[in-house]
């Protein structure tokens, strides 16, 4: 995403509103994690969030791979693919796949859009909406509505991308929690709504719905955020040209063979023996209730929805702390630190580690997350 003044398209979809909302938000791959010396905080928080959801349900959500950048989208129709105009400008080809409707995949090298760029800010005056069109058809069961007019204030919408807590991924898309829409022309972006941040760089060009289940409809595209606000573009202000791409690109799709059924998902392998380690005790799913943490912890998650917490301390500075989790699947973790007044997160040497050294005594808590399978947490200082 771009910030409202700007981040680069290269590699994510949300950009920090540093100076102003609308930093662009796609991103540029990640470069592999290291240790770190000393930990390094984030941003305060009240409580300890983790965001984002396995965007399942959504099979239309897609990954926009390109040449040095990645954004998300949907797929709308076989042939047409939804994204942010930031992410088709200065471009010529694009790969999407579809990872809740079999891993299609299709190559677009033709796209269509009115946004003009103004660097790594999002430019308020022209709309930030985009279609790519495919070379070939990406086959669903259904296609997603869209919006043909304004959504009211106060409007609740959830946002997907392909960014959860600052890790890009390259196998699925997320969605967050419930926002509310205002209209974005008193932030002075008229062509857009404005709420509060949630999307990070990456998420840009990923829908933005209204409504569930099969009524939901997309309303807006992830366009840039920062300093806590977020813009997403309207797609009802290009509903009549996005209709015309559509016929003239194979048209909806609305009797088109069912997609591929999904491969079915694994067993999750038995929680192994948790030697030299003690076992999770529950209930441990709440910030509020964490197991204590020292040495080896046991564990297993039931669901893609439920996170085990964890605490421990440190009773000065200059402590260094290795906090690592191996798993039979694909979880990982997080930290935040208590300063006394708030909750800071501790930055990952990689999705699985966070290794430092603390710059002060404190109490942490520690989250491990993923869908159903078995872990080993071990804490080492």
């Known amino acids: 995403m771009k910030s409202i003044s700007g981040t680069t398209r290269s590699a994510f979809a949300a950009a920090a509103f540093a100076a102003g909302i609308g930093s662009i938000g796609c991103a540029e791959p990640e470069e592999p994690a290291t240790s770190q010396d000393q930990e ?23 990954l926009i791979n390109a040449p040095g950048f990645i954004c998300s989208g949907a797929v709308i129709a076989p042939r047409i693919v939804l994204t942010a105009g930031h992410c088709v400008v200065d471009a010529s080809t694009w790969t999407v796949v579809t990872p809740y409707a079999g891993n299609q995949s299709a190559k ?6 009115e946004y003009s760029s103004t660097g790594e800010t999002v430019n308020p005056n022209t709309l930030d909406v985009a279609v790519i069109i495919l070379d070939k058809a990406i086959t669903l069961s259904s296609y997603p509505n869209l919006a043909s007019s304004a959504s009211a204030a106060g409007t609740k919408a959830v946002n997907v991308g ?30 857009s709504y404005v709420s509060e941040e949630i999307i990070e760089s990456g998420d840009s060009g990923g829908p933005v719905y209204v409504g ?27 509903y009549t040209k996005i209709q015309q791409l559509i016929a003239a690109n194979g048209g ?30 529950e209930p441990n799913d709440s910030s509020n209730t964490p197991n204590a943490l020292s040495g080896t912890r046991c564990g297993s998650l039931s ?4 996170v085990d917490w964890y605490s421990w301390t440190v009773d000065k500075a200059g402590v260094a702390y290795d906090v690592s989790v191996a798993t039979s699947g694909d ?23 966070i290794a430092a050294t603390s710059s002060a005594a404190g109490k942490y808590i520690v989250a491990v997350r993923g869908g159903a399978q078995s872990y080993t947490l071990k804490l080492t200082k």
Request: net charge positive; glycine share 14%; aromatic share 6%.
């Open 40 to 62: 390094v905080l984030g941003e305060k928080v009240s409580q300890p969030i983790v965001n984002g959801s396995p965007a399942s349900a959504y099979t239309e959500a897609a």
């Open 108 to 113: 677009g090298s033709h796209a269509w859009t």
């Open 162 to 191: 392909r960014i959860r807590n600052g890790q890009a991924s390259f196998s699925g898309l997320f969605f967050g929690a419930q926002v509310t829409l205002k209209a974005g022309s008193s932030w002075g972006f008229p062509k």
């Open 212 to 238: 569930s289940g099969a009524s939901r409809t997309i309303a807006a595209v992830n366009s840039g955020g920062g300093g806590g606000t977020q813009v997403l573009a309207r797609v009802d202000l290009a």
């Open 252 to 281: 909806s799709g609305a009797t088109g063979t069912p997609a591929p059924t999904p491969a079915p998902t694994p067993t999750p392998a038995p929680s192994p023996t948790c030697a030299g380690g003690t076992p999770e005790a």
């Open 303 to 306: 669901s893609s929805s439920d």
């Open 331 to 353: 979880a990982d973790v997080l930290m935040w630190k208590w300063n006394g007044s708030a909750w800071s997160q501790i930055q990952n040497t990689s999705p699985t580690r």
